[in-house]
């Protein structure tokens, strides 16, 4: 059974839906999942899960991520993005690179961010965007997210508008169309995202990246013993506590790689093949996921 991930070089105007539906069809199996959604107009990387390796996508939706992106000054959206109406338009033409520049370093660190009303989150059960949609004001929480770079690439100055290049490395849960809103607000003159591109979704990075094209000419994934290398700790076992953590038994700990359900660490046995997702307990170590090596499709 295949099993691994695909990292996607989602193309613009496909929702990350129609990228999990394209790869059903290019593996051959239904049990196909992303780590963490891209909207349409962006781009980049979007990490798919196959079969087994779908059990690793809770463990990616937390890494952090990088972007580049455009920021238009002058112009705020219903939707924080080009794809909304614009709401309110002001000459931002004043507006100087130094002052940009300054308005960006007030954003590094952590921040507390409120998520734009077009969004997935879901309020008392029902989707924030269908709410608005629907022509409800919807006010929603700040929550608190990490800017660990924030660097202004290009100023450019189009007539009553500014266009602002930058490059973003940013805690899971940061909006960047919030990031394009907030920082247009700062400066007085409203502001929107009029282009997104993903470039890194913790260590899987566009480099690694494969078209729509290119998959459906030579569909291959990383296969699931290297992306839990690649994505976490791993630990050696011996014959006997690979067999141990294969029915779910625990093992001693490894007290140099200090574990827990939310930062595990991948454990392989002697032939190199995953065997579990291990958290300490005490003097042990306990299986978080169990990998059988033999799994039917859906059981895994």
Excluded at 57 to 75: E, P, W
Excluded at 142 to 161: C, N
Excluded at 184 to 202: D, F, K, Y
Excluded at 259 to 278: K, T
């Amino acid at each position: 059974m295949l099993s691994g991930l695909v990292i996607v070089d989602k193309p613009q105007g496909w929702t990350s839906h129609d990228v999990v539906a394209r790869m059903r069809r290019l593996a051959g199996t239904r049990k196909v999942g992303h780590a963490g959604t891209l909207d349409p107009m962006a781009t980049g990387v979007l990490v798919v899960g196959v079969n087994k390796a779908t059990r690793l996508l809770t463990y990616i939706v937390g890494t952090g991520k990088r972007y580049t992106a455009t920021i238009r000054l002058g112009q705020s959206t219903i939707t924080d993005d080009a794809e909304g109406e614009v709401t309110a338009a002001h000459d931002a033409s004043a507006v100087s690179e130094e002052a940009v520049r300054t308005a960006v370093a007030a954003f590094l660190g952590e921040i507390q961010q409120v998520p734009s009303s077009v969004s997935a989150i879901k309020v008392n059960g029902e989707r924030s965007y269908a709410r608005v949609r629907a022509g409800e004001d919807v006010a929603l929480a700040a929550r608190p997210v990490t800017i660990h770079r924030f660097d202004v690439l290009d100023v450019r100055h189009e007539g009553s508008l500014v266009d602002v290049d930058v490059d973003v490395e940013c805690s899971s849960g940061t909006y960047i169309r919030a990031l394009a809103r907030d920082l247009g607000a700062g400066l007085g003159v409203g502001g929107h995202l009029t282009v997104l591109r993903r470039h890194e979704v913790g260590p899987f990075t566009l480099d690694a990246a494969r078209t729509m094209e290119q998959l459906a000419e030579d569909f291959q994934v990383l296969d699931l013993d290297q992306a839990a290398r690649d994505l976490m700790p791993s630990r050696e076992l011996s014959a006997e506590e690979a067999a141990d953590l294969s029915h779910g038994r625990r093992i001693l700990r490894d007290p140099e790689q200090p574990a827990s359900a939310e930062r595990p660490v991948a454990a392989f046995a002697p032939d190199g093949a995953l065997i579990a997702l291990l958290a300490d307990s005490g003097r042990h170590a306990k299986p978080v996921l169990v990998f059988p090596a033999d799994a039917p499709e859906g059981a895994a």
